[in-house]
């Protein structure tokens, strides 16, 4: 059987995330990703699906040590990263950063601590290759905060608000796993060869950096700056449909009906309404937007994507265009990480077979 992109081909099994596009559901280990993610951190969601379980008290604490452990890069990998060209892509030198990740002392971990030094370590690569790219300051960790707290101290050089931490860590769990796309996919061939979990994870990263994946809400951004700028949503949106022009932040390959991501993220703008104009601009234009498809294509269900409202928290958190598709890969490396370890506990080499079409 030959299916073009292994389209709807099931090769893996997994414990790990499900996904129903018919019913809009995803879900983390056999929870609905709401009830997963409920009430718990970034930390403590990774745990859960590197797990399966959720940490105990003295788990916890343990884990928290172990992320403010491993925020400590390497020197080595700290010295390539100022001598890496400026005007290279960011993506590009993370990935360089990632696959120089080595001490004596990572060898040594078990996976799953190898998953939490790696996840650990990829913001401070990320949020020390911006500065420098940009020639500012490096800014170092703050033990005082939390992992999506000190991404954004890192980038910035400031305290971030709490509703900037609680709006890029709701972002950052809910886009942690999505079953076998490619970027995971890439991992699971790249480790199915018993590589290591670096190289795995630089496989996807690598992946993550092509825009028909990792294509960050960039377009989203720029429809909502159209749209403030007018003042005029309907003005906007019929202007673009009139030109067949695609309107960002709707429809997704998978769903069939709400994407539950967006859904989620919608809830806590509007948790988080009043905090900041561009949450509460997303969600005015998203009513509008709808009705507006509806008149103009009756009978297509067209639905917001989780693309949607990452683009205004990215916005009302400041976050640089350039930064999306690396802080999107800051919430995947779970994911990543937690299919590596699956497919090194139950391994079979990835060996599809090609039809030769050539004379």
Not at 38 to 45: D, P, R
Not at 79 to 89: D, H, R, S
Not at 192 to 216: Q, Y
Not at 324 to 350: C, K, L, M
Request: negative net charge.
């Amino acid at each position: 059987m030959f299916q073009k992109g292994l389209k709807d081909v099931v090769a893996v099994q997994t414990k790990i995330a499900s996904v129903d596009g018919e019913k809009g559901e995803l879900r983390y280990r056999g929870r609905l990703v709401e009830k997963a993610i409920q009430h718990k951190s970034f930390e403590e969601t990774a745990y859960f699906l590197w797990h399966g379980e959720f940490p105990a008290a003295n788990q916890a604490q343990e884990l928290n040590q172990q992320f403010l452990r491993y925020r400590k890069l390497p020197s080595h990998v700290e010295k390539i990263a100022v001598e890496l060209p400026k005007t290279a892509p960011l993506m590009d030198k993370m990935r360089t950063l990632l696959s120089a990740y080595y001490n004596e002392e990572y060898i040594s971990l078990s996976p799953y601590e190898q998953a939490t030094a790696l996840t650990s370590a990829l913001p401070v690569m990320t949020a020390l290759l911006y500065r420098l790219q940009n020639g500012y300051e490096i800014i170092r960790s703050n033990d005082k905060l939390g992992h999506v707290a000190n991404y954004l101290w890192m980038l910035k050089g400031e305290e971030p608000s709490a509703a900037q931490i609680e709006a890029l860590e709701t972002y950052l769990k809910l886009t942690m796993e999505h079953g076998m796309n490619a970027s995971t996919f890439a991992a699971r061939v790249t480790v199915s060869t018993e590589s290591d979990m670096v190289a795995a994870v630089t496989s996807a990263l690598g992946t993550m950096k092509g825009p028909l994946h990792g294509g960050a809400p960039s377009g989203v951004i720029t429809l909502l700056n159209e749209i403030s700028a007018e003042d005029d949503i309907d003005s906007v949106i019929n202007g673009k449909l009139e030109t067949g022009e695609k309107i960002m932040g709707f429809g997704h390959r998978i769903y069939r009906t709400e994407d539950p991501r967006s859904i989620l993220l919608r809830r806590k703008c509007l948790e988080l309404q009043g905090s900041d104009p561009w949450l509460d601009l997303a969600v005015d234009a998203e009513k509008r937007i709808i009705h507006l498809l509806n008149e103009r294509k009756p009978g297509r269900a067209l639905y917001t994507n989780v693309e949607f409202y990452a683009a205004a928290i990215m916005r009302s958190i400041e976050m640089p265009p350039e930064l999306f598709t690396p802080t999107f890969s800051i919430a995947r490396i779970v994911g990543w990480t937690a299919h590596t370890i699956e497919q090194q506990e139950d391994n079979v080499i990835f060996r599809p077979q090609s039809i030769y079409v050539g004379n």
